[in-house]
């Protein structure tokens, strides 16, 4: 019981109750599909968002913090927050994939599939919900512990890496160019052969017992619109600071991150070049909220400046992160939440080296 008071912040009913719930966000996030249960984490959000400054234009107080109400309980919590819905549907897209319940001529491996929505199979909501309770236990464990970064986005991170391990995807992947950083052989549409599933073979290796052979593209990119480095790099430095002049004039550092993530309703629509930038928008928003000291303390110029330089960072961390874990495996693993977690521990380190005044909403021990 003390243990679980340190590290969940709640007594046992409590967390049994939230372990149910999480099962439930993670088995529904899989019958979703992961992506568009992540929209509605940005819909939440910007619910979330818009009564609490509301409520702060009501009371004069600005709080910038998470914790409560619709942002706190259902946008980052066991309903739609992404280290439970987002995760357990990656996590149930590729089991489906690896159970062969998945054919729809997605151009990338069938795992990495996560705008599909996986319906009702009871296996596949079953592996939904359990990635949904490790999601949860991950952010409660890390949160409470006060690791400093941020434990939503360190609980996509570590399923992903689970989900990977459990199903015996490889983690990393075969680099084909000439290093895991090479995408140039997606630009030439170079091909793969796969085995039935999709797994790459060896060159010159054999498909035992007569499986079906088909191909792949042999490097496979996170989002083909958006993986050359100017171009990440500008649209971080300009998402970082309307995320930042955002959180200035509403003294929000989550509603941006809340609009990209709804943005996406358009890419899950098939609308073709829609950026993905809530890995820019959020550390951009929380870094010039740190720099500042608190969300009452902001100054516009320099907030923008550094929210700029942030969204900037957040850009380029995922596009290194989607080169090395995503480009050349077999499921999802989720750039913009690892991105997040290396930007919220930059952000932490800066506090405790005494350049930031705060950390904001980012957890110390």
Not at 58 to 81: D, K, N, R, W, Y
């Amino acid at each position: 019981m003390v243990t679980l008071q340190l590290l969940f912040g709640m007594g046992l009913q409590d967390w049994i109750a939230l372990a149910i719930a999480a099962f439930a966000g993670g088995a529904f996030g899989a019958a979703l599909g992961a992506l568009p249960a992540f929209i509605f984490t940005g819909f939440m959000v910007i619910a979330g968002e818009a009564v609490n400054t509301l409520a702060s234009d009501l009371t004069g107080e600005l709080s910038g913090q998470v914790g409560t109400g619709i942002t706190g309980f259902v946008a980052f919590g066991p309903v739609f927050g992404p280290h439970v819905s987002f995760a357990g549907g990656a996590a149930a897209a590729a089991y489906a994939a690896r159970k062969g319940y998945m054919d729809t001529g997605f151009d990338f491996h069938e795992a990495k599939n996560i705008a599909h929505a996986l319906g009702t199979k009871p296996d596949v909501l079953a592996v939904g919900g359990l990635f949904g309770i490790l999601g949860m236990i991950i952010r409660q464990v890390s949160g409470g512990l006060g690791l400093p970064w941020d434990p939503i986005a360190m609980g996509v991170v570590l399923s992903a890496v689970f989900h990977r391990l459990v199903l015996n995807y490889p983690l990393v992947g075969d680099a084909h160019g000439r290093s895991l950083f090479d995408m140039s052989p997606f630009e030439r549409e170079e091909m793969v052969q796969t085995a039935e599933g999709g797994e790459a073979i060896a060159d010159g290796g054999e498909v035992a017992d007569g499986g079906a052979v088909a191909e792949r593209l042999a490097v496979e990119p996170w989002l083909p619109h958006q993986y050359e480095w100017p171009n990440v790099a500008m649209i971080g430095l300009v998402t970082g600071i309307l995320a930042a002049y955002t959180t200035v004039q509403t003294g929000s550092i989550f509603l941006g991150f809340g609009i990209s993530a709804a943005s996406l309703v358009f890419l899950n629509c098939g609308v073709e070049q829609i950026p993905v930038t809530h890995h820019m928008t959020l550390p951009g928003a929380t870094a010039a909220v740190a720099f500042a000291g608190g969300v009452g303390s902001m100054a516009i110029l320099p907030s923008v400046l550094i929210g700029g330089l942030f969204g900037l960072t957040g850009a380029l961390t995922g596009e290194v992160i989607q080169r090395i874990f995503y480009s050349h495996s077999d499921t999802h693993f989720d750039p913009p939440a690892a991105a997040i977690v290396i930007n919220t521990f930059a952000i932490a380190l800066l506090y405790f080296a005494g350049v930031f005044p705060s950390a904001a909403w980012v957890p110390l021990p």
